[in-house]
Every structure is written in C-alpha cells, then in structure tokens.
C-alpha cells in the first residue's frame, strides 16, 4: 500500500501523495546479485536503507500502507511466495491443492518451522492469523478486502489447514504471497491494536527479528540465525547474511540523495526524477529501477457526489487534463503517460486496447460543461453555474503533490478548479472518504494481481468497509465481470473480463488514470545481492556488503 507511488499515508486508505516515476539509468538493474570478478558473497556487515515514508501502522493485517507491507516483510513470512517475475511457488506452505471448483485451498506446511519467539508454526498458527485478519475487532483495511469471499480457515491435521470461500475465488494465491496475509506469532496477535500497529509486538518467521525502533527515525532488523525455510527462488538459503539491517525514515529526497552520496546510508529510494541522472553517474553508485505492476496512479471520481453525478461533467473532467504534456514535465522524460487502469507490467490484465482512446479534447470538454448547465465565467475564468463555481474537491493528506499542483493548473485553462483540501488530520480526511465528501480521490496500488480492480470496483468494496471503491460504482454488470474474472481458470478468460471493467470505466468517465509509476533505489556498487521483488520494493534476504 509509495511518498513513492501507491501510497497510504494514514489509519486508513488515503489519497496518494506522488513521488517523481523512475527509469533505468545508467546501465541500471533490478538487482545488484552479479558480484563483481572476483567477489563471493560473504556473511556479516550491515545495510542501511534510506525511505521516504514511515509506517502510521505497523500491522500488516490492519494497514493498506504500501510502505508497512515492505519494512515488515523481512519480519514476516507467507504461506506462498511470488518470485520477481510473478511466478507462484511455495514458502511455508509446502504444498497445496484447490478444490469445489476453486472454492477451497488445502496447503500442506512445512514442519520445520519457528516463530522467533519460540512458538512452533502449525495449522493453528494460519488459522489464527486469517481469524485475526477478518474479525471486526481487527478494522483491516486491505488484508480482510484481499480476502475477498472468505468464510473460514479449518485446521484438518497440525500440518494440513484449509482456507474456503463462498465462490470460486481465484486471485487468492497471490494473495497469500503478501506481507498483508503474512504470518505473525500466535502469541501476539493479543497483544491488542494498539501494541502491534505500534510495531512493538511484531514477531514472525522471517530472516529478520525487529529490533529497536526510534518513531520518527529508523527501525533496526538483526538477523534470525535459525532461518532455513526460504522459497526455492530465494536468493539463497539459511540465514540471511547480513547481520542487520537499518531503515532510516527520511522524508525530504535532497536529503536522502545527500545521505547516498556521502555514504551515510548504503542505498535510498524514492529517488526524485530530476536527481536519478546524476545518481547513476556518481561512480560508487548505482540506480535499481523496476516498473510497478497493479492500479496506476489515478483520479476516481465521486459517481455519487453532487457534481460528478452528471456523466457529462465527469467526461468533460477526464478530457480537460493534458496528461501527455504533464507527465513529461512533472517527470522529465522518466514517466510514462496512463491510459488504462492497470500498468502494462500487471500479468493477464493490461488492455492494450485502451492506448490513445481518450486524448485531451478541451473543445469536446467545453461543450460537455455546456450541455451540463456549467456556461457561465466569473473573474478568475472558472466556469459557473447558477452563480455557483465548478469546484472539484480532492482531500489530501499531507501536502499536495507536484504532480497534483501540475494538473490543478491545466484544469484552470478549461475553467475548473481543483480544491486540494491539503491536512495533515487522519481522522479529518479518512471522515471525508467514508463520508463520500469529495469529488475525486488521487491514488493507486502496486499489485501483480489485476483483481485489484475488484478493490476499486465491486459493489461491496466501499472504504467504510475497508475497501477503495472511492467512485461508489454500483453497477450488477462491472460485479458479474469481476466475479467471473475471479472464477476464471484460464488467464485469457481472466484478461478478458478485467478488460471489460476497465474500458467501462473509461466509458464511463468514473477514473483519469494519470501515468505508470517505476520504483528507483539507488544503491552502493559495493551492495551486491540485492535484487527488486515483484512489488517493486528491495528484498534484504540474500543482500550482502563488500569489504564491510
């Protein structure tokens, strides 16, 4: 759940705030596991990682945060593993098997197993994590929604659990590859909400152990020196070997880029896009790029709101933005203008079809705003309308983004305003979410999943329930297409189904999908074994530090 890309930056799912896309650069990579001549990995040291955002919630279970499902997966492990190029395999499941036509999944687990509290890892350790994930008490607001139809979890023997749905729920496998569905000892998970989201009561089975944390600062992981049940795909096997690893949370990217180039810290992401080049060209430094899969950063608009209920004010919206001219001025030649939901990198989901459908038509725009009752100027040039300004609401945490400022000024020229209600009150813009008091929600979500669609777009999936159907879609048609894409056994069927969903919401004008994000590092040549996960985030696991 970026600010780097798909971020969530409080208690609940809220708007994103953009960090500047990336690119290869530089003869860059997506992962530093080529040793150089002569280098062979070696076991000690430590790793120091700069990031732009800390965590508002440390629990997987109950956070949507992009940023709390990467720090906390070298703490937690999944049943199911999804390799960098989104091949499924297991991890601490064995094994599994789907039956009732796709309604239930038996996993065999492995035996060999131990929390690093000492607690044995079993059948009834799964079970107690889906029970935690989807009771109330718990408020998840992603883990339970990428649960989707979830009806139990039944231990059958101390190595065998079965997990069953109400309906043929396909995309559940890669979602028990995420930190989001990782599993956290037993013994914690009564700790309360306030311990775990907290962070202090966070143990698992991973190559990890959290260690001392300094809120606001950074976060210490020490190695687990009894891990020996890495996936196959894993960048090796046993113990990881780093001694440690330190996240450094660091908001302000001078200051992160700063700290790469005087060595203070061994690498750093979220690199802004006018400072990627000259990273690249630093000599002792190298720039890891990778494309985010999953939602692309969008604009969904309030199907619901006063003035997005009118189709032909939300076509007129969608039409008035000249993305093509904003992305590469926000960017810098490193983005990628969007014209679908989803990125081209997200498997058997991307609609190809969808490419130059809509380009920017001010003169379609303006005759829309027209017919719609919106004629009138007033004397900053905003359209009105009975004596009232065209004024579209965007709550946002924090403060505005570039990108964000960029797109309220294009709008202007077509005569709408863009009211980015800036706050840096969780409470205050989560209220305005449930509440539906706004117009448009900016955000997107790294996922290699295409039915993240089902997050954005099922009926049920609201944000006072935990989901993200921020443009209040409540169509029988977009669920019976959604639904069948979860049935579905083969990818084209699947592809096809999701691409129905998307060109109706283009249709439809309930989204502006804005630009495909990648995710930069920028990385000591030095580090070597570091390597890009399928989300697009650095994978500490087989990491190692020449001559430190």
């Known amino acids: 759940m970026h600010p780097r890309r798909t971020v969530r930056t409080a208690a609940l799912l809220l708007p994103l705030v953009v960090a500047a896309a990336g690119c290869s650069l530089g003869g860059g990579d997506d992962d530093t596991s080529k040793p150089g001549a002569g280098a062979a990995p070696r076991s000690g040291g430590s790793l120091t990682y700069a990031t732009d955002q800390e965590p508002d919630c440390w629990d997987p279970h109950v956070s949507a945060q992009d940023v709390t499902s990467f720090v906390q997966r070298p703490v937690f492990d999944s049943l199911v593993y999804q390799t960098p190029d989104g091949t499924l395999e297991p991890w601490l499941a064995s094994s599994w098997t789907i039956g009732d036509g796709g309604k239930t999944y038996t996993f065999s687990l492995r035996k060999d197993v131990t929390f690093t509290d000492g607690t044995r890892f079993d059948a009834a350790a799964v079970k107690a994590n889906f029970d935690h994930i989807t009771a109330k008490a718990t408020q998840s607001q992603y883990a339970a929604g990428i649960l989707g139809p979830y009806v139990s979890t039944t231990v059958v023997d101390p190595y065998t659990v079965k997990v069953s749905f109400s309906r043929p729920y396909g995309p559940f496998l890669q979602a028990a590859s995420t930190t989001y569905l990782g599993i956290a000892s037993p013994k914690t998970l009564t700790a309360g909400a306030d311990k775990l989201c907290a962070g202090t009561d966070s143990v698992g089975t991973g190559p990890f152990i959290a260690s001392t944390y300094v809120r606001g600062q950074q976060r210490v992981y020490r190695r687990n020196p009894a891990y020996k049940w890495a996936p196959k795909d894993a960048a090796q096997s046993g113990p990881a070997r780093l001694d440690s690893v330190t996240i450094r949370f660091v908001p302000e990217p001078a200051t992160r880029v700063g700290m790469l180039n005087s060595r203070q810290v061994d690498a750093a992401g979220a690199l802004p896009a006018n400072q990627q080049t000259a990273v690249a060209r630093n000599s002792s430094l190298t720039v890891l790029s990778k494309a985010d899969p999953g939602a692309v950063d969008s604009f969904y608009l309030n199907t619901k709101s006063p003035l997005f209920s009118d189709i032909r004010v939300r076509q007129a919206f969608q039409r008035s933005i000249d993305l093509d001219a904003l992305v590469k001025s926000v960017f810098l030649g490193t983005g990628k203008r969007a014209w679908g939901l989803l990125a081209p990198t997200t498997p058997d989901g991307y609609d190809a079809a969808l490419d ?132 579905a056994t083969e990818p084209a069927d699947r592809a096809a189904d999701y691409a129905k969903v998307q060109q109706w919401a283009i249709q439809q004008a309930v989204v502006v999908p804005m630009y495909v994000e990648n995710s930069s590092v920028g990385v000591a040549k030095n580090v070597k074994g570091l390597r890009m996960s399928v989300s697009a985030w650095p994978e500490f696991y087989g990491a190692w530090v020449e001559g430190k």
């Open 356 to 487: 130059n459908s809509w380009p920017v038509d001010r003169t379609l725009a303006g005759k829309l705003l027209d017919e719609a009752g919106w004629t009138g100027r007033d004397a900053q040039g905003y359209r009105t309308k009975n004596g009232k300004r065209l004024t579209v609401r965007a709550p946002v945490y924090g403060q505005a983004t570039v990108f964000s400022q960029a797109v309220q000024g294009d709008l202007k020229k077509a005569g709408i305003q863009l009211d980015l209600e800036a706050s840096t009150d969780a409470a205050e813009v989560s209220g305005k979410l449930d509440k539906g008091q706004y117009d448009v929600v900016e955000t997107g979500w790294a996922s290699t999943n295409p039915d993240i669609l089902s997050q954005f777009y099922l009926s049920t999936n609201t944000s006072v329930g935990g989901g993200h159907n921020f443009s209040h879609v409540a169509d029988p048609q977009v669920d019976s297409w959604l639904k069948a894409a979860q049935a």
